[in-house]
């Protein structure tokens, strides 16, 4: 697999909107003319229609971006380049989460449906409450039963007791979608869909999780047999490529999150700030009589931007951050996989040399078992490389959803605070035209 | 101190001191040479246009560099029907100059509330706001405070009938001997005095009172405010600077990418263009903090005209008690009743008592010394009277100009306000959009409505011009263009 060509790290200097190119702009294409589409997307205001040809003009910048708004940022386009052979008939979703409150121990469980026509399974829907260790326990079983295999991120396990609050409503949901976002991944997979922790884990009443169902594929067994101590020689230049994505990746996952952490940072200050800002507004309205009204107002509009930006904060720590938590976990796992199959391919390399060694000296012919190591080899790979295409799909959709939904928030973020000064200048102006005609009269 | 002859029209205006009566007074205005209860700004514009550096030798012989200011003036109808206006006058004059204008007024009027000249030194910084007198941007804000105070003086109904004013504007050279000729020097320290002596009056002036406690009040309460308010902007100076960070990161991420590659290296261009956004916010920010500047100082204004009220009471008060004693003292000698204890008193007990003729003449001489003192109680009366009524004028139309100018500076912050929401959410759809897949049918022509999102810095001047005209509105004059610089 190749990585196409770099881009120059172009310094990230200021630059004019206008100087840059647009990636909307595709420069090599002929570009129609605009063609007659009415763009709604369940929106209270319809865009009027546009004829062809006609410019659109936009002398207001904010009505050009509604048009943008509304283009649909979920990938159909994704949906055409998905592997026509996969068959949707295995549907599933977490919802519906509860808090158990036990002697020991107080935990959630999520209502996990299965609806499904295939006839691995007994009946075609299935409902069944889990908790975050059964589906941590899924993820293990799916790990070590095929470990050829690229297995999706569960969220965090571990969080700080004192710090985040486990039961908060926020952080419930949170789990509760990233733990739907696997189950679905694994339930969409072609080979991770067939497996029987999935099944028992779907459909079984009480998952008995010490039993362990010892059923593992056949190159699970061998993969889970390998013998280390061999030293690869020359790795294929696509699980290089592969590898060191990863690592690069993985580096500036880390960068965004010590970036985020300090936005968080600064935007906590900001806010004890602009709240202190808000009370002198308020006391100085106390002293006044024309400007109590103009100045409680400034003071309660200034209030109604800190809560915006409280709620853009939250949302860095409750959806950004956690994406890319998960997202380092996983290339974590990622590289172990990498490894079992750099192993793998020593092991079959080793064995290989060796039994070659020995036909040279007495004529002893190749070993069946180094055959079904360059089996085992072979497989790893084949599985590597569709579930590689299928993972950079996921990580695009994620991550596009990821930013996209950051940008959103900022957004919803500027609107709040637009409006609240704008109802303040409607205020404000209305007293200025009151006055005005009682000096007049 | 000159003293002024009616019907001469060449004499300089005499300050206002205790001394003055109230003919004097009344010719103080009548011989400026603006017609009397019109306002200067009716008949000129005036601007502050430029500012240019120059060196020379100051006082102590020694070279500096300091900061002149042109002074642009134009009779109000002289735009011919659509023609071009006529060249205006111009003089430099530098920020001292300014300062001795003001010091004047203060000694001649002291009643007025005296409009405030813009900070000597940057003051309320934040970040990266320079305190560096010369820096450019601290220049242009006190060229525009300049004007401000020039625009307040030459609209205010009394202030701007003064021949010293006119002067300023239009006298470049001799003005500063027009100024010491008017002898007010003479005044400037006993004022100074006066502001700094504690007084304690005995039935102080119940509306004056209200009026120093409110001003009072107002001072601190801006102070907290600005102080607040440039803690505001460094914090938010850094939730933007920190976003740039995003930027590079991103751009190095795209390096790794095949199809987001493009989307991310769009979003890093935007998220720079976000930390950029920044400082021109906080710029434009700066005006909203000289406005509330203004109206710190004015609070000095006020307290100095109620210290002066008070120091008329006070010497009011003085001398009616002055008079009581001597009045009693009297009483004493006429009726020879003992009453007041004093030493002569004594003395003439002990050692005996005085003749008739020196005791007619003690009285006789206090009986003078009452007259005068009544006199002199009258005149004071008169004066304070005149004093209140004049500054309760002023006062009433100072609040009124204050609950306008304030109402209208949160009226601009309120649109800055609400231009840069909407300024930065476009920014961020427009991030939004970098992740949009490119399909023909959609969004193909996109690329030509890029021109619509201007810089910051072009797009902001349909919103709000830039000069200090926003706040001090000629009355009824010819309109100030307000696209110089």
């Known amino acids: ?441 | 101190m000159m003293m002024a002859d009616s019907g001469s029209s060449e004499e300089v205006a005499v300050i206002c001191n205790t001394d003055i009566t109230s003919a004097e007074s009344e010719n103080n205005i009548i011989n400026t040479m603006v017609e009397r209860g019109t306002v200067l700004l009716r008949k000129m514009e005036i601007s502050v246009a430029e500012a240019d550096k120059r060196t020379g030798k100051n006082t102590v012989n020694m070279q500096e560099t300091y900061t002149v200011y042109l002074i642009e003036t134009r009779p109000a109808e002289s735009v011919p029907e659509g023609g071009t206006p006529a060249a205006p006058d111009t003089l430099w004059r530098r920020y001292s100059e300014f300062e001795l204008l003001r010091t004047y007024l203060l000694v001649t009027y002291p009643y007025i509330i005296i409009p405030p000249l813009p900070e000597k030194r940057a003051e309320f910084v934040w970040h990266k706001l320079s305190a560096d007198n010369l820096d450019p941007d601290f220049v242009e804000r006190r060229r525009v405070g300049l004007e401000n105070f020039l625009l307040r003086v030459a609209s205010h109904p009394v202030l701007s009938n003064d021949k010293i004013v006119f002067l300023f504007l239009t006298e470049e050279k001799g003005w500063r001997d027009a100024v010491q000729e008017t002898g007010f020097q003479d005044k400037v320290d006993s004022r100074l005095k006066s502001l700094s002596a504690m007084l304690r009056v005995k039935n102080p002036d119940k509306r004056f009172m209200g009026l120093k406690h409110y001003s009072d009040e107002l001072n601190t309460i801006i102070l907290q405010l600005l102080r607040v308010r440039a803690r505001v902007a460094d914090r938010v100076y850094g939730v933007y600077k920190v976003h740039g960070n995003y930027g590079r990161v991103f751009s190095e991420w795209s390096a790794i990418e095949k199809e987001m590659g493009d989307g991310l290296q769009s979003a890093g261009h935007h998220m720079d263009t976000y930390a950029a956004a920044i400082d021109d916010i906080l710029e434009e920010e700066e005006h909203y903090a000289d406005q509330l500047k203004e109206y710190l100082f004015y609070t000095d204004s006020v307290r100095s005209v109620c210290r002066k009220h008070e120091l008329i009471q006070y010497e009011l008060e003085m001398a009616a008690q002055d008079l009581t004693y001597k009045k009693q003292q009297k009483e004493e000698l006429a009726t020879g009743a003992v009453r007041i204890f004093s030493l002569k008193g004594m003395t003439s007990k002990l050692f005996g008592q005085e003749s008739q003729e020196q005791r007619e003449g003690r009285i006789a001489a206090l009986e003078q010394s009452i007259q005068e003192g009544e006199e002199a109680i009258k005149e004071k009366d008169a004066e304070c009277q005149e004093f209140v009524q004049k500054a309760w004028t002023d006062i009433e139309r100072f609040k009124e100009q204050k609950d306008k100018d304030l109402r209208e500076a949160l009226i601009s912050y309120a649109i800055m306000q609400i231009s840069m929401c909407k300024k930065v959410r476009t920014l961020f759809l427009f991030l939004q959009s970098s992740f949009v897949p490119v399909h023909a049918s959609h969004a193909s022509n996109v690329s030509h409505l890029l021109p619509c999102v201007l810089s910051f810095r072009e797009s902001r001047c349909g919103l709000m011009p830039k000069s200090a005209s926003t706040k001090c509105e000629p009355l009824k004059g010819p309109n100030r263009t307000l696209d110089q610089k």
Not at chain 1, 74 to 99: G, I, M, R, W, Y
Not at chain 1, 213 to 232: D, I, R
Not at chain 1, 234 to 262: H, N, V, W
Not at chain 1, 365 to 390: G, H, S, T
């Open chain 1, 1 to 441: 697999m190749s990585v196409g060509a770099p881009r120059g790290l172009a310094s990230s200097g200021q630059k004019l909107i206008t100087e840059m190119l647009h990636p909307l702009s595709a420069a090599e294409e002929q570009l129609s003319p605009w063609p007659d589409v009415t763009i709604s997307v369940g929106v209270e205001k319809q865009e009027p229609g546009l004829t062809n040809g006609t410019p659109v003009e936009m002398s207001n910048p904010a009505s050009t971006l509604q048009l943008i708004d509304r283009l649909q940022l979920d990938d159909e386009l994704e949906a055409d380049t998905q592997d026509p052979s996969e068959t949707h008939d295995l549907f599933v979703t977490v919802d519906d989460p509860k808090k158990h409150v036990l002697t020991m121990e107080t935990y959630i469980t999520y209502r996990v449906s299965t609806k499904t026509t295939r006839i691995e399974f007994d009946l075609p829907e299935y409902c069944v409450r889990r908790r975050y260790q059964d589906f941590d326990w899924l993820r293990t079983k799916l790990e070590d039963s095929q470990p050829t295999h690229l297995i999706p991120p569960l969220p965090e396990k571990f969080v700080m007791k004192g710090v985040v609050d486990r039961f908060s409503e926020e952080f419930v949901e949170t789990r509760m979608k990233a733990l739907d976002k696997f189950l679905k991944r694994v339930a969409d997979h072609p080979v991770l869909s067939f497996n029987p922790h999935l099944n028992a884990f779907l459909t079984a009443k009480d998952l008995n999780k010490r039993q362990g169902l010892a059923l593992l594929t056949k190159v699970g067994e061998s993969v889970k047999h390998v013998t280390g101590g061999y030293k690869l020689r020359a790795r294929p230049s696509e699980f290089c490529a592969m590898g060191e994505y990863l690592d690069t990746f993985s580096q500036k996952l880390g960068t965004l999150d010590r970036i985020a952490q300090r936005i968080l940072k600064e935007q906590s200050e900001y806010l004890t700030e602009l709240r202190e800002y808000s009370s002198v507004y308020s006391s100085w309205a106390g002293s006044e009589e024309q400007l109590q009204r103009p100045l409680e107002g400034v003071a309660g509009c200034v209030t109604t931007c800190c809560g915006a930006m409280e709620d853009l904060s939250d949302s860095t720590s409750q959806d950004f951050l956690p994406v890319l938590r998960e997202y380092v976990l996983y290339i974590e796992s990622m590289k172990n996989v990498l490894r079992k199959r750099d192993q793998s391919q020593a092991e079959y390399e080793g064995r290989l040399e060796a039994a070659v060694l020995r036909k040279q000296e007495d004529r002893t012919p190749i070993p069946v078992e180094v055959e079904k190591c360059q089996d085992k080899v072979e497989c790893f790979n084949a599985d590597l490389k569709a579930d590689w295409e299928r993972w950079q799909r996921n990580k695009r959709q994620d991550f596009k959803q990821l930013l996209t939904g950051m940008a959103d928030k900022n957004i919803n973020y500027y609107e709040k605070c637009q409006a609240a000064w704008e109802s303040l200048l409607t205020v404000l102006q209305d007293k200025q035209t009151e006055d005005k005609t009682s000096e007049t009269n």
